[in-house]
């Protein structure tokens, strides 16, 4: 059952690598997994219905990785790491319908990368919860307007070096952050 799904995801990003979204029906993703229609629907309503359980997936995947992060940077590079890997796909959701279920997508991860890193960079500092999330939603919304400008722009700079680039510019920010808020000075 779930290699079933996993087939029908998967077949589902190799046919969205390779033409847009709206120019994909249930019969070429049947077609394409080798399964029939009626199986497709077993698993899932519409296309759209699978969309939300590759990013859905894709998410619990994600989150469930443990993994420590030296810089925003990494984070960032590890949270985009489906996106990269799957350019020309996210470029064909990006540019349909599904816009909004991608940056939903993007959001998420993105922020929950960023509250582990912010908590990370927190320690030994007297910082409120609310500091961290704030901190945290702050750099989700910068990261993810970085990567809608890439999306936007087609997906042409390499996007590695520019987060370089950035990172260099802004290394060791958050902890700065932290460690210079006016509450962590009061106590």
Not at 8 to 30: H, N, Q
Not at 66 to 74: I, L, P, V, Y
Not at 87 to 109: C, G, M, P, T
Not at 175 to 187: E, G, I, M, Q
Request: proline content about 1%; aromatic content about 12%.
């Amino acid at each position: 059952m779930q290699h079933t799904k996993q087939a029908i995801m998967d077949g589902f990003l190799r046919l969205l690598s390779e033409r847009p979204f709206d120019k994909i029906s249930v019969v070429d993703i049947a077609a394409e997994c080798k399964i029939n229609r009626n199986t497709f629907y077993y698993y899932y309503q519409d296309v759209y219905a699978l969309v939300d359980e590759v990013f859905r997936a894709e998410t619990q995947r994600f989150t469930e990785q443990k993994r420590s992060c030296r810089s925003w940077a990494e984070v960032f590079l590890q949270a985009t790491a489906f996106t990269r890997g799957n350019r020309q796909a996210i470029y064909h959701l990006y540019n349909s319908a599904n816009r909004a279920r991608l940056e939903s997508y993007l959001y998420d991860v993105n922020l929950e990368s960023m509250r582990s890193f912010v908590h990370e960079e927190s320690r030994g500092l007297h910082v409120s919860e609310q500091d961290v999330e704030t901190l945290a939603k702050f750099y989700t919304a910068a990261l993810l307007g970085l990567t809608l400008t890439w999306l936007e722009g087609g997906m042409k700079q390499d996007a590695e070096s520019y987060i370089a680039d950035v990172a260099r510019l802004l290394e060791g920010s958050v902890r700065y952050a932290l460690a210079h808020n006016p509450t962590d000075s009061a106590v």
